[in-house]
């Protein structure tokens, strides 16, 4: 018996330990494996369990969820299979198990399997997102062209080019397009058209072929470096009917090389005919637009005629005009009027007029020393000098000495004078105490009574 000469191992120490020595195997993280399906079951979590067999062994396998959702194929019992994936252990059972990742026929190519298998992984880390996908530039001033120097492509591309629209420049970086230098001298040749100043779109492709004649478009290094291009690129691989990983990760896939450059570049014939058409617009437009403006001008112009300084003044000058006739005829009425107020109050105040009544031989006195109207004989002591106001003028009086009678006989006529001339101050104060003396020597003493 062998001595024990150190720690034993853990079982799931020992099965973890087999694991990490299996993953790190090259060939084992990486295989492809054929047989014959048996034993498939379908898990409710998704997964697939199969074996697949030979008439030398059998080794379980496992088609997780994730995987078998994006196969075109279902693993049946007894089918002949191709299957990719990598050998592993799973440490809770001691099992070994194929961790299958990608299941078709074994009718399939290999070649075949291994660019679906491509694809896959391709489009799970995002190479094939609609959402990165860039809009090419309307009116690009150089495209950039990978391909061949010596093909008919390139030949193609600087026809069509020159035909649709010479404004642009074409810029060619030279790669083979088959052959073992093809994968490598196209990702050298992206990188080179790259580095051009104002290079706005890159062309790359080549014409058609066998599937070995394209499979350098095929490879996963020029499908990172199409992904990773500064400028939106255009993969046009041989015919319409062929397809390319390339033509997946690039941002327009063309049927054609000839198709991609009408894809590149607008149309001097169209861009001429949709100017035509923008000018006939434009013109319409601004037709529309003049007479639009034409026929507002006139109507301001209209209602600006009737609001001119001109119109307004002439139209004020006319409402002036019949409002001061208006005003004329009602002032001359008014004048009338007020003319036969006067001329009625003026007879009246005529009929009143201290004048008049000295006219009609009645005669006033007045105490010059006071200023007041003489009412009777009591008011004119003998010897006062007295104004008397008659119709013909003053005269200025001397009351003598009289007796009682006459004095009685003066003081009743005196006082029927004193109550007519009360009544003419109330009627004309101003008029019956207004008293202008004159001299003395222009009118004769009287004998001091009214006749």
């Keep these: 018996m062998t001595p024990v000469t150190a720690r034993p191992w853990a079982v799931g120490d020992l099965a973890h330990y087999i694991r ?64 990719h994936g990598r050998v592993s252990v799973f440490p809770r059972d001691g099992t070994l198990q194929l961790y299958v990742d990608l299941v078709e026929g074994a009718g399939a190519g ?55 629209y010479p404004l642009t420049e074409l810029v060619l970086a030279p790669s083979p397009v088959q052959g073992d230098a093809a994968p490598d001298g196209l990702v050298a040749a992206l990188a080179t058209i790259q580095r051009h100043p104002s290079v706005d779109v890159v062309i790359i492709g080549r014409g058609g072929g066998s599937a070995e004649d394209l499979a350098a478009f095929n490879g996963e290094a020029l499908a990172r470096a199409v992904f990773r291009c500064r400028v939106p690129t255009i993969s046009a691989v041989g015919h319409e009917t062929d397809w390319s990983i390339c033509d997946l990760v690039a941002d327009v896939r063309a049927p054609t090389p000839s198709a991609a450059a009408e894809i590149a570049t607008p149309s001097v014939l169209t861009i001429g005919q949709g100017l035509s058409a923008s000018l006939r617009r434009l013109q319409d437009a601004t037709h529309w637009a003049l007479g639009a403006t034409g026929r507002r001008f006139a109507g301001l112009s209209q209602r600006l005629d009737h609001r001119s300084p001109t119109v307004i003044i002439s139209q ?136």
Excluded at 123 to 128: C, N, R, V
Excluded at 373 to 386: K, Y
Aim: charged residues 25%; neutral net charge; glycine residues 10%.
């Design 316 to 451: 004020q000058r006319l409402g002036l005009m019949s409002r001061q006739a208006l005003l004329s005829r009602g002032g001359r009425a008014a004048i009338e009027r007020d003319q036969r107020r006067l001329e009625g109050v003026s007879g009246v105040l005529e009929a009143l007029s201290p004048t008049r009544t000295l006219d009609r031989g009645y005669s006033i006195v007045t105490d010059p020393l006071s200023g007041k109207v003489v009412s009777g004989p009591e008011e004119a002591p003998a010897g006062r000098s007295l104004i008397i106001a008659a119709a013909t003028g003053h005269y200025e009086v001397t009351v003598p000495n009289r007796s009682v009678g006459a004095a009685s006989s003066s003081t009743s006529r005196r006082k029927r004078a004193g109550d007519e001339t009360s009544r003419q101050q109330r009627a004309f104060p101003l008029l019956t105490e207004t008293s202008v003396s004159p001299s003395s020597s222009d009118f004769p003493t009287g004998d001091g009574h009214d006749d």
């Design 110 to 164: 290999l070649d075949q399997l291994r660019l679906e298998l491509l694809r896959r992984q391709l489009e799970a880390d995002g190479l094939f997102d609609p959402a990165r996908k860039r809009h090419l530039p309307a009116f690009p001033r150089r495209i950039g062209v990978v391909t061949s120097p010596d093909g008919s492509v390139w030949h193609d591309i600087q026809h069509v080019v020159g035909r649709r």
């Design 20 to 83: 990490e020595r299996l993953e790190a195997d090259p060939i084992l993280g990486e295989i492809w494996v054929q047989g014959q399906v048996s034993n498939v079951f379908r898990a409710r979590s998704g997964h697939v369990y199969f074996t697949l067999r030979d008439d030398e062994g059998q080794l379980k396998s496992a088609f997780f969820k994730a995987q078998a959702q994006r196969s075109a194929y279902t693993p049946v019992d007894g089918d002949d299979v191709i299957v």
